[in-house]
């Protein structure tokens, strides 16, 4: 059945390619400079219900901690030692969007970075948010949202989703801004989103029908370099209409992209498989064991031993050789779908045909 959903998928997705529409040159391609930057603070997560971190296990936070109270004006007596469970040392992540501006609210993600058990219901203190350069670019505080739930007792347990991960909704202010050029003098740079020049070359066709031969040049296959007036209102109009142009982009690559890790494996429409004739046979090793008693005769002074008894049997399933072939999408699922190979032995049948020269499509394991 499982299979068989994927056969139905994969026709869905072949129906849908059929009459796939143009897209927008803002879908395939950026304007160069228009980018997020990422920033990155180290900060501490108080009010937790027993939960942070283990003080004796994680000196650095109770470290922040002594730092904290002497920047407040609080010295703590020498050789004090803290036992706090209810605070927990984090590491703090936020992207600063392009043309953002001081006092502008931005998202950010808290992560433990201790033994905390949850960060569920802690709240935040004031973390300055670091950029590459180590300039400050925002500040963060607020209350930690955590999606999950967790409960323990009597050495039994239960969780829901990831405890030690939290995020706060507009939880850092902008400090400061990055300066985001638009383009050199007269001259705004597209950047394809993939290297494709048949794809670049219809982008740089459609923006010259669209605003004049000569205003659009291809570079190379990826940027594009496109003639943009001086004044600051006229540009961002002018972007905003190339943006919107629609371009029929060329069929993309055939490719097929494995996870190991997973077992999962997707491929594109654009695959196709040469007839190639497939022997598949599963193997199985079962390893099962029992506890032996062996008792000693009375009054032998001898004792008692539990001793455990293996027992491996490895097992082959027959596989005939079959024929599998297919011109598009939905008849290579069809026909792998045959085979009857789960996804892990998919990954191996794929592997031995791209070897082959069977598998028209470029094998790309992640």
Do not use: C
């Amino acid at each position: 059945m499982r299979w068989a959903r994927l056969v139905m998928l994969a026709l869905a997705l072949s129906a849908a390619s059929l009459g796939a529409q143009a897209e927008r040159i803002k879908d395939l391609a950026s304007v160069q400079g228009v980018r997020v930057n990422q920033l990155i603070g180290y900060g501490l997560v108080v009010g937790l219900d027993g939960s942070g971190d283990q003080t004796t296990q994680t000196p650095f936070t109770v470290q922040s901690i002594i730092n904290m109270l002497g920047n407040m004006g609080v010295t703590l007596p020498p050789g004090t030692s803290l036992q706090l469970k209810n605070v927990a040392a984090v590491m703090v992540t936020a992207n600063l969007p392009p043309f953002a501006r001081p006092g502008q609210r931005i998202d950010v993600t808290v992560s433990s970075m201790g033994n905390a058990k949850s960060l569920r219901g802690g709240t935040l203190l004031m973390t300055p948010l670091k950029g590459a350069d180590g300039g400050v670019y925002a500040i963060a505080q607020g209350n930690v949202f955590v999606g999950g739930i967790g409960a323990q007792a009597a050495g039994s347990s239960v969780q829901v989703n990831h405890l030690s991960v939290g995020r706060i909704a507009a939880g850092a202010t902008v400090e400061r801004a990055v300066p985001t050029p638009l383009g050199e003098g007269e001259y705004v740079f597209l950047e394809m989103n993939a290297t494709d020049f048949g794809t670049t070359q219809r982008v740089v066709d459609a923006i010259n029908r669209a605003l004049g031969s000569g205003t659009a040049r291809a570079d190379d296959g990826r940027r594009i370099r496109v003639t943009a007036p001086l004044d600051p209102d006229e540009r961002v109009a002018f972007l905003g209409r190339i943006e919107n142009l629609e371009v029929q982009p060329v069929q993309t690559a055939a490719k097929v992209i494995v996870n190991g890790r997973t077992g999962s494996v997707v491929m594109n429409q654009a695959v196709t498989i040469d007839t190639v004739a497939v022997a598949h046979g599963n193997l199985s090793v079962t390893v099962s064991s029992e506890p032996a008693v062996s008792q000693p005769a009375p009054l032998s002074q001898g004792q008692t031993v539990v001793t455990e008894r293996a027992q491996i049997d490895v097992r082959q399933e027959g596989g005939a050789l079959m024929t599998v072939k297919g011109a598009s999408l939905a008849e290579v699922v069809k026909a792998l779908n045959a085979i009857g190979a789960n996804p892990q032995d998919l990954i191996a049948i794929l592997q031995a045909m791209k070897a082959a020269g069977a598998l028209r499509a470029e094998l790309e394991i992640i």
